[in-house]
């Protein structure tokens, strides 16, 4: 049976900040294009979760106008601390000794989904067609092998692969360029690296996993603009990772926890660090007698320059984390991710018009302050592979002393999926129970995210081998999908004195981290229905 | 035949809803809205209709903020003709709807007037009746089940005992249960061709009617919280306490 198809000059899968940007950036270079843009979720910014302090560099290119044009960006960053955690104790370090990057006083305390849902309004503005609820589900080549651009996932398929009454075939998005713009572990971003090999002579990627929730907390607890980070407790030495709190408008502080998942514990869980870290006396007193109204969780990009891969290829361009532009100590992704997508718009422009190769956007965007910026972060992250205080120590140098100019890289040496070790090697740990006022279990927080997808579908989280869970993994590694999973979905429960991998798709909040840590990388995260996953307000 | 079809834009089903601070209503900020479920049953029915070759014209019609268009528009997506929204601002209650839709069936003379039995976020399930009473139309609410023999409608409703069915004549209201049938998915070419589509906007006063509220809302709180329930050792201590605390027994 033949699909639909539909002819656009450019295709852009993905509605954050990179494909927005893509979208108004080409608009405003020929405002007779033909640009539309798929988004997954129900509507723009449901699936948009970050921080966020954002560096307005790339938004003042692309909209100088911003601040005329209602942006939701308001509160400028007012005050800064860092605290370095212990158990009970915290040391504030000097914010003048943090390497620039670290500094923020010029940024905005935003949230990232409220921006996407504004510039998809800049963008819709400038005639861009824009489809929230539609997943691009499948790539479409030429016969050349180039990208021709991408099918949406069928609608109305139960469980068992049938069409059910309300089947609505998907629709083929034909592009002149095609655009991925997934954001971090985008599915189909995966396939094309993998197929025109974009990887080659990099280092493996690397991914952390981020957790937010938004509290509205008493007047006396809140500072607007306040921007708050922590290393530390509760994680060891030897695992990655810190905080942020963030004093937004409305008496709201945006609280998350960031964990590289390059972590090596198979017991460890990252969802238990986070909601043990809320315990602190540093951080509780800030949350006490406030209420927790959001709550979400997505990975995200730490690997830098040395991880990204190429990304041009024949018919196609990869940008922001689809491909990997997050500036780890900067701990920003956005507005590099924005710069990516300028970039490649103006690639496009020149290739549909001048004929040129799409592999110029390799030279622009090496000419581009995103680059400079990531060469100058580079080493940073591979550096707290000798654990946090060498890291530090050797941060300090490489970012205060030479600004990130040092004469040689540091490698990143293995994915996140090789790194954990055999349980039977590593120590257990016992997690706090949750309270139900600063703590809380998965259940509650998923129910906050809003997630659902529509009964009786194809369950979305593809095992290669679905026996190896329990023949495997439950083994040699505890099955570490019950703990690295923000929400929940997977389990392992014993029927009858046999154990059962129990996937529970249903509850899965688009975060990708399963898709990336399974050690065997067994799992594959392909798209739901439309419109399935969190409805995220403003993460 | 012509349809009108009653839509609603409310808090969307999956979200948690979370009551104001000061008690003065629920949080709609930051927080998706969709279009009210039993709604979409009533415009799928409107399109099987048609399909049906039973009906000429479907009309979808919003009344509320100028964003509750995008309700009209999914309306528009999955197979309705044109669009009306009458623009109001704040609460609009059932009665005022009723009466701006009289409004409107006079000028339009639909045959039919579809509409969910009720919306989730007032869970009101008064304006269908109350438009039957300002027109002095039959009425049918709850359907689940709508078979059209020429004037007459042949209606199945769910209610308490079951099921029940009963004849209406034509002109009439029907207020949809979700039971009703299956609302289809927008497809990506009949969203962009959904654009295109007429979308009338007209105001409620220039319709003449007077929307200010009625009721006074005094207050609007959480349920309570349930208690975390207790173990017991034995089954007398269970009846002791069901007996002596919960004096259930």
Same mark, same amino acid.
Do not use: C, F, H
């Given at each position: 049976m033949g699909r639909e198809s539909m002819d656009y000059d450019v295709v852009i899968i993905g509605g954050g900040p990179s494909g927005l940007s893509t979208a108004i950036k080409l608009k405003q270079l020929d405002p007779n294009l033909n640009v539309c843009l798929l988004e997954k979720a129900s509507e723009i910014g449901a699936h948009i979760l970050s921080g966020n302090v954002f560096e307005t560099r790339a938004l003042d290119e692309l909209l100088p106008n911003w601040k005329e044009l209602s942006s939701p960006i308001k509160t400028k960053v007012s005050k800064e601390k860092f605290l370095f955690l212990g158990k009970t104790k915290s040391i504030s370090w000097p914010t003048w000794l943090l390497p620039k990057v670290q500094q923020n006083h010029n940024n905005y305390i935003i949230s990232l989904a409220n921006l996407c849902r504004w510039l998809a309004e800049q963008a819709e503005a400038l005639g861009v067609e824009i489809f929230p609820g539609f997943p691009a589900s499948e790539i479409l080549y030429n016969e050349d092998g180039s990208v021709k651009g991408v099918a949406t996932q069928d609608m109305g398929i139960d469980k068992e692969g049938n069409q059910k009454d309300s089947f609505e075939p998907g629709i083929e998005l034909l592009g002149k360029v095609t655009v991925f713009a997934e954001g971090c572990r985008g599915h189909l971003g995966k396939q094309l690296i993998e197929k025109f090999n974009l990887s080659k002579d990099k280092n493996p990627q690397q991914y952390g996993i981020g957790f937010k929730e938004i509290w509205e =907390?008493?007047?006396?607890?809140h500072e607007e603009g306040m921007v708050m980070h922590t290393a530390g407790w509760p994680l060891d030495n030897s695992t990655y990772g810190g905080s942020f709190i963030y004093h937004a408008e409305n008496k709201q502080v945006f609280l998350g926890y960031v964990i590289g998942l390059d972590y090596k514990n198979p017991y460890l869980s990252p969802y238990d660090e986070f909601q043990r870290f809320k315990t602190h006396p540093s951080i509780k007193k800030i949350i006490e007698g406030g209420k927790r109204i959001s709550y979400g969780a997505r990975a995200l990009i730490e690997g830098g320059l040395q991880s990204l891969p190429q990304m041009f290829m024949p018919g196609a361009l990869l940008v922001g984390c689809d491909a990997g532009t997050l500036n780890m100590p900067k701990i920003k992704g956005s507005h590099t991710a924005m710069k990516s997508g300028m970039i490649a718009a103006e690639t496009i422009i020149e290739n549909i018009k001048e004929n040129k190769n799409l592999s110029i956007y390799e030279e622009k965007f090496k000419k581009s302050w995103v680059y400079e910026e990531l060469h100058a972060a580079r080493n940073v992250k591979p550096s707290f592979s000798w654990g946090l205080i060498l890291g530090i120590i050797f941060t300090g140098i490489?970012? =205060?002393?030479f600004k990130g100019k040092l004469p040689f890289t540091l490698k990143h040496k293995h994915a996140d999926h090789e790194t954990l070790k055999p349980a039977n090697e590593m120590p257990k740990i016992n997690y706090p129970k949750y309270d139900n006022v600063t703590t809380f279990d998965k259940t509650s927080s998923v129910y906050l995210t809003g997630t659902n997808h529509t009964e009786n579908q194809p369950v979305h989280l593809k095992l290669k081998d679905p026996n190896l869970p329990i023949n495997y993994t439950l083994e040699e590694f505890d099955e570490p999908a019950q703990r690295y999973c923000p929400a929940g979905v997977y389990e392992v429960q014993k029927e009858n004195d046999v154990n059962k991998f129990v996937i529970n798709s249903q509850n899965c909040i688009h975060c990708k981290t399963c898709d990336i840590k399974e050690p065997s990388q067994n799992i594959t995260w392909v798209t739901p229905e439309g419109s399935g996953g969190p409805k995220y307000g403003n993460m | 035949m012509k349809i009108l079809v009653a839509v609603k834009r409310v808090i969307d089903?999956?979200?948690q809803v979370r009551v104001k601070e000061d008690g003065s209503g629920v949080v709609t900020e930051n927080v998706k809205m969709s279009s009210n479920?039993?709604? @979409?049953? /009533?415009?799928e029915e409107a399109v099987k209709i048609k399909e049906a070759g039973k009906a000429t014209e479907i009309v979808a019609i919003t009344v509320g903020? %100028?964003?509750?268009? %995008?309700?009209? *528009?999914? /309306? !528009? /997506?999955?197979? /309705? @003709? *044109?669009?009306? !929204?009458i623009k109001t601002e704040g609460t609009v209650e059932p009665l005022a709807v009723a009466k701006v839709l009289q409004k409107i069936v006079d000028k339009e003379k639909p045959d039919l007037v579809f509409m969910g039995k009720q919306a989730i976020d007032d869970d009101c399930n008064q304006t269908g009746q109350m438009l039957s009473a300002l027109l002095n139309w039959p009425q049918a609410t709850f359907a689940s089940k709508i078979e059209i023999k020429d004037k007459v409608l042949e209606v199945t409703r769910e209610i308490d005992e079951g099921l029940e069915t009963i004849e209406v004549n034509v002109p009439a209201i029907v207020t949809c249960d979700l039971r009703l049938n299956e609302p289809r998915y927008a497809s990506l070419p009949n969203i962009m061709k959904a654009k295109k589509k007429p979308l009338e906007i007209l105001t409620a006063s220039d319709l003449g009617i007077d929307t200010t509220p009625r009721v006074q809302q005094i207050k609007?709180? %959480?349920p309570p919280k349930r208690k975390a329930g207790i173990k017991v050792a034995s089954v007398a201590e269970l009846v002791s306490k069901l007996k002596n605390e919960a004096k259930v027994i």
């Open positions: =907390i008493e007047d006396k607890n490489d970012q =205060i002393l | 089903y999956n979200v479920p039993p709604d @979409d049953n /009533a415009v903020e %100028e964003k509750s268009q %995008e309700t009209v *528009r999914k /309306a !528009l /997506a999955v197979g /309705a @003709d *044109r669009g009306i !929204l609007v709180e %959480e």
